[in-house]
């Protein structure tokens, strides 16, 4: 290491100079890079085959790529996917194949932001993937089985990063704090529990975001009696409220679980979802839409007035607007919750749709067709006329066959024994 990079390093930031520089020294992500897990024994094998990293931000995958880079016997290439084009990819693939030529050394290529590269720029490295030319690590924030082209994921072993723990988020601020070497052990910091606390909270699991807090922190604070004191206060004010990411994957997932939480009932878990959408910028006529699906997909007949008041907050939103319509839109998403269940509307119409997709369909029974157009009765079929009108009969319901002749025995929908659904009969034609 020369003067430079010594200067270099030391003015780089705090998150940047305490990163791990192998193995033992990584901490979370024990799933992956665990005693005796796959991905640990490739790295101390050096045997690593083309990979993809695919997490939140701050979890550790870059961090584990500079790892992997420290301790392998191959050369090792970084790319930034936002930056690079085919041109720099062939530049690069060639160095690769005079390395090989000349030494006999392979090739680490680790790609971040891989999701960003296009078709064209993934199917320019292919062939050097297939022919072991590079071993590509792509580092990324998005579900690559959505944002990344098949052709580069069906050559890598994807790994699922997760936000780090709280635990761990706590034990990366300490350790900076102790280091002397890299971090803030030689500035006499002290950092009270509940500003620690605070930190590793708002944080969210995302290492980096902690780290850069801290270091505004204590660069702020003043030195009182040779140390320097964060409280609360200045734990508060050096990192915001979290934001939330909201990339496609993730926002599909949060969704899903406002979905399936109003689908099961549970009125405080549907809330949260409805609330992190919002916070994170989804639109809330799009959340009304759901409402108001589920209202009849999940409760439907079982309690009709679930649909009534999912409308209601639909149209209270088009009147009133945000903020305001998110008291009317949690109603709705609280009546749906606490309502008795059934699916049989959902049921009802997919059967019948299902029939009506196979085709083949024979003619309308002559007693419900149109009758009511002049010149019907010169066409010699008797349209309309054994009609029995329903209204002129006790009950004002009459047997009489609604069902075309090759459907006689269909039936589609079958109440349930939920809620005000449990009180219907339907009645059947002949």
């Known amino acids: 290491m020369t003067l430079f990079s010594q200067n270099e390093n030391a ?18 992500q024990e799933h992956v890079v665990g005693k005796g897990r796959l991905l640990r024994r490739a790295i101390e094998a050096d045997r690593l ?11 550790g995958k870059t961090t584990l790529a500079s790892i992997i880079a420290q301790q392998t016997n191959a050369a090792f290439v970084k790319m930034n996917a936002v930056t690079s084009g085919v041109a720099d990819v062939r530049e690069e693939l060639k160095k690769a194949a005079d390395r090989r030529a000349m ?31 590079i071993r590509f690590i792509g580092s990324t924030t998005e ?27 706590e034990k990366a601020l300490l350790r900076a704090i102790r280091d002397e070497e890299r971090g803030l052990g030689r500035m006499n910091v ?12 708002v944080a969210g699991g995302d290492v980096r975001t902690a780290l ?57 878990a549907a809330l949260l979802w409805f609330a992190r959408l919002l916070y994170a910028g989804a639109d809330p006529r799009m959340l009304a839409r759901r409402i108001m699906a589920h209202a ?5 007949l079982a309690n009709p007035v679930a649909m009534l008041q999912a409308v209601a907050a639909g149209q209270a939103l088009e009147m009133m607007g945000m903020p305001e319509a998110k008291l009317p839109l949690s109603q709705a998403i609280l009546a749906v919750c606490n309502s008795p269940k059934s699916n049989s509307v959902v049921m009802a ?45 006790p009950g004002h319901w009459v047997a009489q066959q609604y069902l075309p002749d090759d459907h006689l025995d269909a039936r589609y929908y079958v109440p349930s024994d939920q809620g005000q659904e449990a009180k219907l009969q339907p009645r059947k034609g002949k």
């Open 11 to 28: 003015g780089a930031p705090l998150a940047d100079r305490m990163r791990p520089r192998n193995l033992d020294e990584f901490f979370g």
């Open 49 to 59: 085959t083309s990979c993809i990293f695919y997490g939140p931000p701050g979890c």
């Open 103 to 133: 030494f006999g050394q392979p090739t680490y290529l680790l790609l971040d932001e891989c999701h960003r590269w296009s078709k064209a720029q993934s199917d320019s490295i292919l062939p050097a993937m297939e022919s072991g030319l």
């Open 143 to 169: 579900n690559p089985m959505i944002s990344m082209t098949p052709a580069i994921v069906s050559r890598c072993r994807v790994f699922a990063f997760e936000s780090l723990s709280r635990d761990d988020v």
């Open 190 to 201: 002290t950092l009270d529990e509940d500003a620690l606390h605070h930190i590793s909270h």
């Open 212 to 268: 850069n807090a801290l270091e505004l922190a204590v660069l702020t604070t003043p030195t009182v009696d040779g140390g320097i004191h964060v409280t609360l206060p200045i734990a508060e004010e050096s990192i915001q409220k979290p934001m939330i990411r909201c990339d496609d994957t993730l926002f599909y997932d949060m969704l899903s679980a406002f979905c399936k939480s109003m689908r099961g009932g549970d009125g405080d």
């Open 296 to 300: 009849s997909e999940d409760v439907g």
């Open 349 to 393: 119409i997919d059967a019948a749709m299902a029939d009506a997709e196979k085709g083949g369909f024979g003619p309308v029974p002559a007693h419900l067709r149109d009758s009511h157009y002049a010149g019907n009765e010169r066409l010699g079929v008797k349209t309309g006329t054994d009609y029995l009108y329903p209204h002129d009969f």
